[in-house]
């Protein structure tokens, strides 16, 4: 997967502060949808908003999973190699989300 493929937001919409904060080395599925309900002005937070979702029960629950991703060493996590998991590159690839 090339992510410079992808507009700014979608590039680094936090995904990698959140992995490190979390004490993780790869990115996941998880880690996408709290970056994008992070996004105060992003597209997902208004199309729930105007769902009548409740965003901060929503992305407590994102936060309540990415917490139970596996974690590594401060160490390890401090170490900046960061990785995509196969199931993110899934949903990241053109015509292959949702298989």
């Not at 080395?25 to 970056?35: C, G, N, R, T």
């Not at 160490?75 to 190699?81: I, L, N, T, V, Y």
């Given at each position: 997967m090339?992510?410079?493929?992808?507009?700014?937001?979608p590039?680094?919409?936090?995904?990698a502060s959140n992995c490190r904060q979390a004490r993780q080395?790869?990115?996941?599925?998880?880690?996408?949808?709290?970056?994008l309900l992070e996004q105060?002005?992003?597209l997902a937070p208004a199309i729930l908003?105007?769902?009548n979702v409740n965003l901060e029960d929503l992305r407590l629950r994102?936060?309540?999973?990415?917490d139970?991703?596996?974690q590594v060493s401060l160490?390890?996590?401090?170490?900046?190699?960061l990785s995509i998991t196969g199931r993110l590159n899934q949903v990241l690839q053109p015509g292959r989300g949702g298989d």
């Open positions: 090339n992510i410079n493929r992808f507009t700014e937001k590039r680094n919409p936090g995904r080395q790869q990115i996941d599925v998880e880690h996408l949808l709290l970056s105060q002005d992003g908003r105007k769902a994102a936060r309540r999973l990415v139970r991703l596996p160490r390890e996590a401090d170490s900046g190699q």
